[in-house]
């Protein structure tokens, strides 16, 4: 019954930056953890960032610290991606992904995802 969609993917050039969007619908959205994934074609989905109910906690994976930002807006059920300082090795598909229950980098946690958006990433 939840249903998110992603936006904001594209092509851009090393060092620049993009925002990504996922829409949420069908339940309460401030219940609901929230992950951003992403998949190269031949490589396993990977954890990109996650945040909490109330944007109070968040967790990145190690290559995008300091770059990637992930945030909410309860009021719009929407959360974001701000990726900043983009390289090559960041392409991939991007996916949004809810859970009820705490933040986790697990995928197998999640309950909800999106039909991702692509990301590319040119040097």
């Known amino acids: 019954q939840v249903q998110l969609v992603e936006s904001g993917g594209g092509l851009v050039q090393a060092g620049g930056s993009l925002r990504l969007s996922c829409a949420f619908s069908?339940?309460?959205?401030?219940?609901?953890?929230m992950g951003w994934f992403r998949q190269t074609p031949g490589k396993e989905r990977e954890f990109v960032a996650a945040?909490?109910?109330?944007?109070?906690?968040?967790y990145y994976e190690d290559s995008v610290k300091g770059r990637f930002t992930i945030s909410r807006d309860n009021a719009k059920n929407t959360v974001y991606l701000q990726m900043n300082s983009l390289n090559p090795e960041d392409t991939a598909v991007y996916y949004c992904?809810?859970?009820?229950?705490?933040?986790?980098?697990?995928?197998?946690?999640?309950?909800?995802w999106g039909q991702g958006t692509q990301v590319t990433v040119s040097s």
């Open positions: 992904a809810a859970r009820r229950g705490l933040l986790s980098q697990l995928q197998y946690e999640y309950d909800y």
């Open positions: 069908g339940r309460t959205f401030s219940s609901y953890a």
């Open positions: 945040i909490n109910w109330d944007g109070g906690n968040t």
